[in-house]
Nanobody, 128 residues
Framework: QLQLVESGGGLVQPGGSLTLSCAASGFDLDYIAIGWFRQVPGKEREGVSCINSSGGDINYADSVKGRFTISRDNARDTVYLQMDSLKPEDTGIYYC?????????????????????WGKGTPVTVSS
């Protein structure tokens, strides 16, 4: 059974940077598409960025394009989210989710309810 564990969240000032990690165990990450999703109280979980199993296809939400970078190291079974130029509206709980098969990476990021696996999340607070 695949297990996903997020780390790297914290408190950062506006304009700052954080790098989140999603570490996988129990299954070969080579076959799993991974997405980063965030959730704030009272709102649905939304897709931030998704990457297919090989790393060759990537999707970003419009709100993070040019500021966030997703990457993966399948040898280390880890997916990263580099977050730069952080804004207060980036605040939330960040979850990594996985699927063993996808239609398109865009559809994966648009369908948080359809993930096969979830981590427990890591909190990110952007505040001065």
């Amino acid at each position: 059974q695949l297990q996903l564990v997020e780390s790297g969240g914290g408190l950062v000032q506006p304009g700052g940077s954080l790098t989140l990690s999603c570490a996988a165990s129990g299954f070969d990450l080579d076959y799993i598409a991974i997405g980063w999703f965030r959730q704030v109280p009272g709102k649905e979980r939304e897709g931030v960025s998704c990457i297919n199993s090989s790393g060759g296809d990537i999707n970003y939400a419009d709100s993070v394009k040019g500021r966030f970078t997703i990457s993966r190291d399948n040898a280390r079974d880890t997916v990263y989210l580099q977050m730069d130029s952080l804004k207060p509206e980036d605040t939330g709980i960040y979850y990594c989710g996985g699927r063993t098969w996808i239609t398109t990476i865009h559809d994966m990021c648009a369908s948080a309810d359809d993930m096969h696996y979830w981590g427990k999340g890591t909190p990110v607070t952007v505040s001065s």
